[in-house]
């Protein structure tokens, strides 16, 4: 019998709407004819831009190079820099983007390429060339890869484990890639092991995905792998990192920790495969696959597209939009941001577009708390999201820090049970900010790659 494993507090079972893509291969989008490729595509610093109006550029060329705790930007396509303009993304915010009009040929793409033995190489190199190739961590927070690598190398970490369920309602991309790329899934989670010094890999696979963990048993075995697998259960926020490794350590992590805490390294299916890819065949991080669902879609789809792409195109790859579509969102409808400008292109950060109807956003007016508790059954973390709102609505800020304002993993629980439709995860996020300022303070403050 099969033990599946999950967490023990809160969390929700919402309608996913994952049938709408999950049995459908992966496709290649149309190759767009201006691609739009903002110069800050993860959280972090921004890229100096390399190009200007006029410059022509080779696919895969650098034309963003970050500093070091950053990501380098590269062109998804060959052609030539139209202008710079600014624009803002809804999970980056405003930065400087470089507009490309399509022409010329394509280097990589449809190309055999050899594949590098990795194994031969120094550690080091391997990291740079993950830094170099612009890979960031594609499936949760968008830090880049080589800094987390980094930090995880210096704490020690002892396992790797590969995060195979999925993280919202509607999204299936990382469910398509375990299917259709799990030999490059397995390279991928091999090369990060190899680097952390680490022998204990476990995939962590959503119960649901029984195709994928059929897949993956049988790529494990072939290559006498000694990496586990291990089923984790369906409740919502089962993908956030807490959640993930209360289930598979059976330890909560401590508050105001990370998953180091635990001696873990978190890697996303999509980061994984993204790093066999640069690892393997030198390709930088200029596509993903993106989930396009909702009931306003007329084709339903995980799609790879090529970034700076526009969710315009990518949802005309798709069919267009039925009549009833009323909200485009980017990433899933409990944590997702609504988009109002379809010329928002997709970044590394894209991992779905959304089209929702009237009912499957729920609209309902705002009323006042009636304190049914909901919110505080739902939280995976154990807060009182109700309390938290309060004290911010007030200005305590100080006090709502005390309560665990800082340990929400903004997962979107509460808001979705409110019957009172108060945006509490919302709220609580903004009042967050403050904490991220002083993340990044810290990414600047630490020198890059002398632990690997
Ligand atoms: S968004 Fe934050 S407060 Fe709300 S349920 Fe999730 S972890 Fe709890
Ligand atoms: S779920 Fe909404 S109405 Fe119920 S206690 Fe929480 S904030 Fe109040």
Request: aromatic fraction near 4%.
């Amino acid at each position: 019998m099969t033990i599946v494993r999950s967490f023990p507090k809160g969390g929700i079972h919402p309608h996913d709407d994952k049938d709408l893509t999950r049995d459908g291969a992966i496709w290649n989008s149309a190759i767009p004819p201006i691609c739009i490729v903002p110069l800050r595509q993860h959280l972090g610093p921004s890229c100096e831009r390399l190009v200007e109006p006029g410059s022509r550029v080779t696919e895969g060329m650098l034309i963003g190079r970050a500093p070091a705790d950053g990501a380098h930007v590269h062109a998804p396509v060959p052609g030539i820099v139209r202008r710079i303009r600014t624009i803002w993304s809804p999970e980056c915010g405003e930065c400087e983007a470089v507009v490309i009009e399509l022409s010329g040929a394509f280097s990589k793409l449809g190309k055999d390429l050899d594949a590098r033995d990795w194994r031969s190489m120094p550690r080091k190199d391997v990291v740079t060339l993950l830094r170099d190739l612009g890979v960031v961590e594609l499936s949760g927070n968008p830090h880049p890869l080589h800094r987390s690598l980094q930090y995880a190398r210096r704490a020690g970490v002892s396992r790797v484990v590969v995060n195979g369920a999925e993280s919202g309602p509607y999204l299936s991309s990382e469910d398509r890639l375990l299917r259709e790329h799990c030999a490059e899934l397995v390279t991928g989670a091999e090369i990060i092991a190899h680097l952390l010094h680490v022998e204990d890999v476990v995939f962590a696979i959503g119960a649901d995905k029984k195709e994928a963990v059929r897949r993956l048993r049988r790529e494990l075995s072939e290559r006498e792998s000694l990496a586990r697998i291990l089923e984790v259960g369906t409740k919502y926020p089962q993908a956030a990192v807490p959640q993930l490794l209360r289930s598979v350590q059976r330890k909560e992590i401590p508050y105001g920790k990370d998953e180091r805490e635990v001696s873990c390294f978190v890697l996303g299916a999509a980061t994984a495969y993204a790093t066999a890819e640069a690892v393997l065949f030198g390709k930088p991080c200029v596509e993903r696959v993106v989930t396009v669902a909702g009931g306003g879609i007329a084709r339903p789809g995980n799609v790879k597209v090529r970034l700076g792409t526009t969710f315009r195109e990518v949802i005309e790859e798709c069919g267009g939009l039925v009549a009833s579509a009323v909200r485009i969102v980017s990433g899933d409808p409990l944590t997702g941001f609504e988009v109002t400008d379809l010329e928002t292109p997709v970044t590394k950060t894209t991992r779905g577009i959304l089209a929702l109807t009237q009912s499957e956003i729920r609209a309902a007016e705002r009323r006042s708390c009636i304190s049914c508790g909901r919110c505080v059954r739902a939280c995976p973390m154990g807060l009182e999201p109700q309390r938290l709102y309060k004290l911010i609505e007030h200005g305590w800020q100080t006090k709502a820090e005390a309560k665990g304002l800082n340990a929400c993993t903004e997962c979107g629980c509460c808001s979705h049970v409110c019957p009172s439709r108060i945006p509490l995860m919302q709220r609580i996020a903004e009042a967050k900010s403050e904490h991220l300022l002083d993340y990044r303070a810290e990414l600047q403050n630490t020198q890059f790659g002398n632990q690997i």
